[in-house]
């Protein structure tokens, strides 16, 4: 009998410490990201936000960031089919689900990625939320890369010769821009490039100039035409699985939240923006030759004649949602404006 007891007695104390294991055990967040080490949401975004989650919650919650080879744009389905618990993609490599946040992608609103990146957090926040574009996901935060850039293998001296060629796209309002300047589209993800470059399928691309080292476009790329305010801007986002996000106590969620938002955004389109410098040295230090255009220069007053109206392009396209677009750009720009003077 006291044999017994003492069994029961050992059974009891495991069952108490396995329990107490379950207790004390971290929640982990699977975060899937598709670009190389070395882009700055590998090399900064993420691993910062992963320091900021683990702290705020006091180590209830672990992030784990793991690569994801499949097509960047399945990441939004992946996060919301649970696949991963967190995620971030270009918004445009869904066209049509997320329309919206490219009011950051009108050419010539914005120059600095971290001011673009928080204004368009602020008008989500202010003006998009009731139209529930992200119906089935959680938004973390939004950001938009530095001004979008002319790569090209062949020379560039006006507008006209770009008619005809065949130019990478990833989407958004870039196309709007792209069909105005008559070139031939291929749409692929950003990834993509190096070999549609490198095997002479496109003639260029538009890439901000981070992606000179990034995605190594230095080694396949003869020309870096660089305008002042850039030709567009791409908006992404990042997303958690709703019911992974629901399933967390009250406290971490406010936790997460307290470090996401306009914390991650202002984070993500600092790094990206910063990312443009290192870029263009890799582009020289590898031969490409590197042109910086100004104001008063014939192709920047040529470019800046042909994106007049895409303002009001964005306005039509999104006038199926429940948003009050004109509003919403006047308030992006009011941002823009006031985070500018601000830096």
């Known amino acids: 009998m006291l044999t017994l007891k003492k069994n029961l007695l050992w059974v009891a104390?495991?069952?108490?410490?396995?329990?107490?294991?379950?207790?004390?055990?971290?929640?982990?967040?699977?975060?899937?990201?598709?670009?190389?080490?070395?882009?700055?949401?590998?090399?900064?975004?993420?691993?910062?936000?992963?320091?900021?989650?683990?702290?705020?919650?006091?180590?209830?919650?672990?992030?784990?960031?793991?690569?994801?080879?499949?097509?960047?744009?399945?990441?939004?389905?992946?996060?919301?089919?649970?696949?991963?618990?967190?995620?971030?993609?270009?918004?445009?490599?869904l066209p049509g689900r997320f329309k919206l946040a490219s009011v950051a992608e009108i050419p010539g609103e914005i120059s600095d990625a971290e001011v673009g990146s928080v204004a368009l957090w602020n008008t989500y926040e202010e003006y998009f939320t009731a139209d529930q574009e992200f119906m089935g996901l959680h938004l973390l935060g939004m950001f938009v890369h530095g001004p979008g850039q002319l790569y090209t293998n062949f020379d560039v001296n006006s507008l006209e010769d770009l008619k005809g060629k065949k130019m990478r796209l990833g989407g958004g309002l870039v196309n709007?821009?792209?069909?105005?300047?008559?070139?031939?589209?291929?749409?692929?993800?950003?990834?993509?490039?190096?070999?549609?470059?490198?095997?002479?399928?496109?003639?260029?691309?538009?890439?901000?100039?981070?992606?000179?080292?990034?995605?190594?476009?230095?080694?396949?790329?003869?020309?870096?035409?660089?305008?002042?305010?850039?030709?567009?801007?791409?908006?992404?986002?990042?997303?958690?699985?709703?019911?992974?996000?629901?399933?967390?106590?009250?406290?971490?969620?406010?936790?997460?939240?307290?470090?996401?938002?306009?914390?991650?955004?202002?984070?993500?389109?600092?790094?990206?923006?910063?990312?443009?410098?290192?870029?263009?040295?890799e582009a020289k230090a590898n031969g490409v030759n590197v042109v910086f255009l100004f104001e008063e220069d014939a192709l920047v007053k040529e470019m800046r004649a042909i994106s007049k109206g895409i303002d009001q392009s964005w306005i039509d396209s999104v006038a199926d949602r429940k948003v009050d677009a004109k509003s919403a750009l006047a308030f992006f720009r009011q941002n823009v404006d006031a985070l500018s003077a601000n830096k």
Request: net charge negative.
């Open 13 to 93: 104390c495991g069952a108490s410490m396995l329990a107490s294991s379950f207790v004390g055990a971290a929640t982990t967040l699977h975060v899937a990201t598709w670009l190389p080490p070395t882009s700055a949401q590998n090399a900064v975004v993420w691993p910062t936000w992963k320091k900021w989650v683990e702290e705020a919650t006091e180590g209830r919650v672990e992030v784990v960031i793991e690569n994801y080879t499949g097509d960047p744009k399945s990441i939004f389905d992946a996060v919301e089919d649970g696949v991963f618990d967190v995620g971030f993609s270009v918004n445009s490599y």
């Open 176 to 281: 709007t821009l792209a069909e105005r300047l008559e070139v031939t589209p291929i749409s692929a993800p950003a990834p993509k490039s190096y070999e549609l470059l490198q095997q002479g399928v496109v003639d260029g691309t538009f890439l901000p100039a981070d992606q000179q080292k990034t995605l190594r476009l230095s080694e396949v790329t003869k020309n870096l035409i660089l305008f002042p305010k850039g030709l567009y801007t791409t908006a992404f986002s990042i997303v958690m699985n709703e019911d992974t996000f629901a399933d967390l106590s009250k406290k971490d969620r406010e936790a997460i939240m307290s470090v996401s938002g306009e914390k991650l955004s202002r984070l993500a389109g600092a790094a990206w923006g910063s990312a443009d410098d290192e870029g263009i040295a």
